[in-house]
């Protein structure tokens, strides 16, 4: 549309538009452009300095060389773990209705001599003895589950959040009763023993606080949990099938990794960062043609001044730095826009995780530099190639 306003007769006679109003309007286009780039530049810095921070981040237990396998159909649990127990390269094999990254079951527990929150609804796993060893869970106090204590199948294991939030100095030996149902669907309060604290660890993704957690023995398990050594994996992983073929050749072997699990809690967060490394790389290439656009039509406009000085006495560098310093306050004053914008438009997102990373200076001071360099050898390029040229023709020029 610009363009074609132009009228015919005044093309020909070279009389295009180079006012201040119209350099003000071309120079805050580009301005505009590098807002856009700079903003995607910090957004992306941001995002990935968060999923680094995710990937980092203490769980609480160790998920590398987990192996996680759903059992069904007529394989039991203790049975496929007496068939695992020996294979080359398996560590420890353990079982539980559910795994980290996944579904858990709540009811209601009530806590001895608990005034208020002493009756709250709250997560519970099932696991067996040989869980917490597997998955590298620390017990901060007391005691894991054994086999030696028969008296385990009514004793429960506490998370540090939950010891916190009931408020309890020494919870070992303490009562908590678990809503439970008998025989004829009546609701019953079965109580339990505490016999330990375990380190908190994070069971849902880093979005979530962590919560009060509660562990106890089962029965009956539809998983398991294979730790296997960081060495022929692959060779471990079919004596695993082998087992798994024997006793249920009907139904195929599937397994998943206990960190790729976790790693799927974040794949929003990650194609978000794909498409903001896309946006950002198409939008410093557009800011760039605009900036080479305005660089070429500037150097046009001073054909002319640029011989002068060049006559006078000006070297190439006072030439270029001439050219050059009129673009950069453009850029420069684009970062003042953009920082804040993308502080404010990052913070809220970053809401968004109960555990998240600050948003540092370095990350808008990459950005900015970025911004600058990439703008600098736009019209460096131009610059030059004007400040080289014979001053003759320039005088000439027109």
């Known amino acids: 549309f610009f363009l074609s306003s132009f009228q015919p007769i005044e093309i020909f006679r070279s009389r295009l538009k180079a006012g201040k109003a119209h350099q003000f309007f071309r120079n805050g286009l580009v301005s505009l452009q590098y807002i856009i780039s700079i903003s995607l530049i910090c957004s992306t810095l941001v995002i990935f300095s968060q999923l680094r921070h995710v990937k980092d981040h203490d769980l609480g237990f160790n998920q590398e060389q987990i192996v996680t396998m759903t059992l069904g159909g007529s394989v039991k649990h203790d049975v496929f773990k007496v068939g695992l127990q020996g294979q080359p390269g ?28 002493g009756r709250q609804i709250l997560p519970y796993i099932e696991i067996d003895e040989d869980y917490l060893d597997t998955m590298g869970m620390q017990i901060v106090a007391g005691r894991g589950f054994s086999r030696e204590f028969p008296s385990d199948k009514k004793a429960l294991i506490l998370n540090e959040t939950l010891v916190q939030q009931i408020g309890w100095d020494d919870p070992i030996g303490k009562t908590v009763s678990m809503t439970d149902f008998d025989e004829k669907r009546e609701v019953i309060l079965v109580p339990y023993t505490v016999i330990g604290v375990v380190r908190d660890f994070h069971f849902e993704s880093l979005h979530q606080k962590i919560r009060g957690h509660i562990f106890m023995l089962g029965d009956h398990f539809n998983m398991v949990a294979i730790k296997v050594r960081p060495d022929n994996i692959s060779d471990t992983l079919a004596n695993i099938e082998h087992v798994w073929q024997d006793m249920e050749s ?11 699990t976790f790693e799927h809690l974040y794949r929003t967060e990650q194609r978000l960062g794909k498409i903001f490394v896309y946006f950002t790389l198409v939008a410093i290439f557009i800011a760039g043609l605009g900036l080479f656009g305005l660089a070429s039509f500037t150097v046009d406009q001073r054909t002319k001044e640029i011989g002068i000085r ?25 970062n003042v826009v953009a920082w804040p914008l993308a502080y404010y438009v990052m913070n809220k997102w970053l809401q968004n995780f109960a555990y998240r990373i600050d948003v540092h200076v370095w990350i808008f001071l990459v950005s900015g530099v970025t911004a600058l360099l990439i703008s600098l050898l736009t019209v460096s390029s131009k610059a030059i190639k004007a400040a080289i ?9 027109e």
């Open 90 to 117: 398996i560590v420890n094999v353990s079982a539980a209705d559910t795994m980290p990254g996944m579904g858990r079951s709540e009811t209601f527990f009530t806590f001895e001599e608990v005034a208020e929150g």
């Open 250 to 260: 009907g139904r195929p072997f599937d397994f998943s990794f206990l960190d790729e």
């Open 389 to 397: 040229a014979n001053p003759v023709k320039a005088l000439r020029y």
């Open 310 to 334: 060049k006559i006078l006495g000006a070297s190439v560098p006072n030439v270029v730095l001439l050219l050059s310093k009129e673009f950069t306050k453009w850029v420069i004053l684009a």
